[in-house]
């Protein structure tokens, strides 16, 4: 047995760290901070100088989440070159026209579209192409793919993102988050045309580019049926009684919270909700000595939230345990309910995970298991490969990802 202790055993166990690449910190803009366009005399300013420029708008938005109501942009930042970066806010702004149409005439760079797309297309904004560096470099297969670590991989920057959850509802905006709202999109033409080469280099970027105009294209999400089923800590509720209470309750501060404009968990926290249900809560004293009952807002509007409890204490439109539900049953009880199926989602699975090993892109943008799912569950009659890719096509997968598992799929499932 070797002896551990000497010294060609150490320097064969003892693996030396690579120094970190040196970054540098991308602390302002290089054109300055831009001013914030507020009036319709700046705004047609900054639309022409925007049309004067070159090439795709870089574009990012700044929403109120946790402080506001609803998921509205509070400032568009938008770059181009040859024309600088400018930040709108659409607040204060009349009329938008001008800007719509400007923006819904060009392609768009962002990173992680679907976070800012639904409040551009609730000001009537549409790009007519686009390139989401975040969706790009899952494709490529970044383990990581925050701008800031996308921005430091491919172009050794530091960029900071200190800023990222403060109320942008704010009026004036502090000079620190405008700064930080402008380099958002300072670099993502850089960061586009490196994370492109990388695509090249891989073969994939006919595969971005499919996946871009899907995106462009989806549908904004839209409410589910019972929303308020959706209260954090509600599965600790087993009478209909009691989901009568919760849902009075959350309807009612929903309600408040859209004619108030302020985010719902800010009127009164989803466990301040839970708690008033498990405690029985009787009248408004009773109420505030509830945890989550002590805030300003939450104390102002109690007699509110007592004729809530009190609908639901009194309603005969008692909601089901369980929500009702649509689609297919959980993979979980296939084995059950329909062994083939459960057969091929294993079958699937293997499939799934091989190519997303070959080809280094992560299974769920391989495939959306949902898709994954419908096609196991209810398989083409044949089991070709022109059905298997005619099915997932009808499902709504892209042209390449039926190229990469429909011939796999039709063998596995052949093979069974």
């Not at 988050?177 to 300072?186: G, H």
């Not at 989806?218 to 009691?242: F, M, T, V, Y």
Request: hydrophobic share 40%.
């Amino acid at each position: 047995m070797p002896n551990s202790d000497s010294p060609a055993s150490e320097s064969s166990t003892t693996e030396i760290e690579p120094n970190p690449p040196v970054l540098t910190p991308l602390t302002h803009p290089r054109d300055g901070i831009p001013e914030v366009i507020n009036t319709q005399v700046a705004l047609r300013r900054a639309v022409r100088a925007l049309r004067a420029g070159t090439g795709d708008l870089a574009v990012d938005t700044e929403r109120a989440s946790g402080f506001r109501y609803g998921q509205r942009a509070f400032l568009i930042q938008i770059r181009r070159e040859g024309a600088g970066t400018w930040l709108i806010d659409p607040e204060v702004l009349d009329d938008l026209a001008e800007l719509r149409d400007f923006m819904n005439e060009q392609p768009w760079i962002l990173h992680a579209a679907t976070q800012d797309l639904p409040c551009l297309h609730e000001l009537g904004m549409s790009p007519t192409a686009l390139f989401d560096t975040e969706l790009a470099g899952r494709l490529a297969g970044f383990p990581r793919v925050s701008l800031g670590t996308m921005v430091a991989e491919l172009l050794g920057l530091q960029l900071a993102k200190e800023h990222s959850a403060v109320d942008w509802s704010t009026r004036p905006l502090p000079e620190s988050w405008l700064n930080y709202a402008a380099l958002d999109v300072e670099v993502l033409e850089e960061l586009r045309q490196e994370i492109t080469k990388i695509l090249q280099e891989q073969g994939k970027l006919e595969f971005a580019l499919q996946e871009f105009e899907y995106e462009r294209n989806l549908p904004d999400p839209q409410p589910a049926e019972e929303p308020w089923r959706k209260l954090s800590g509600i599965h600790k509720l087993k009478s209909r009684r009691n989901l009568a209470i919760a849902r009075e309750l959350w309807l009612s501060r929903e309600s408040l919270a859209r004619t108030q404009d302020i985010a719902p968990g800010r009127l009164l926290p989803d466990r301040a909700i839970l708690a008033a249900i498990e405690q029985k809560a009787s009248s408004v004293p009773s109420l505030l000595q509830i945890p989550g009952f002590h805030t300003r807002h939450a104390k102002r509007d109690a007699p509110r939230w007592m004729d809530a409890i009190s609908r639901g204490r009194n309603t005969r439109d008692l909601p089901e345990v369980r929500s009702a539900k649509t689609g297919l049953p959980h993979p979980r009880s296939w084995a059950e309910k329909k062994p083939a199926a459960a057969t091929r989602h294993e079958a699937a699975k293997e499939v799934l995970s091989a190519v997303s090993e070959h080809w280094n892109i992560p299974a769920e943008n391989l495939l959306t298991p949902k898709y994954l799912r419908e096609l196991c569950w209810n398989p083409p009659a044949s089991l070709s490969t022109e059905a298997v890719a005619k099915k997932l096509a009808s499902l709504g997968a892209r042209q390449w990802q039926q190229e990469l598992l429909a011939a796999p799929f039709a063998q596995a499932f052949t093979a069974i």
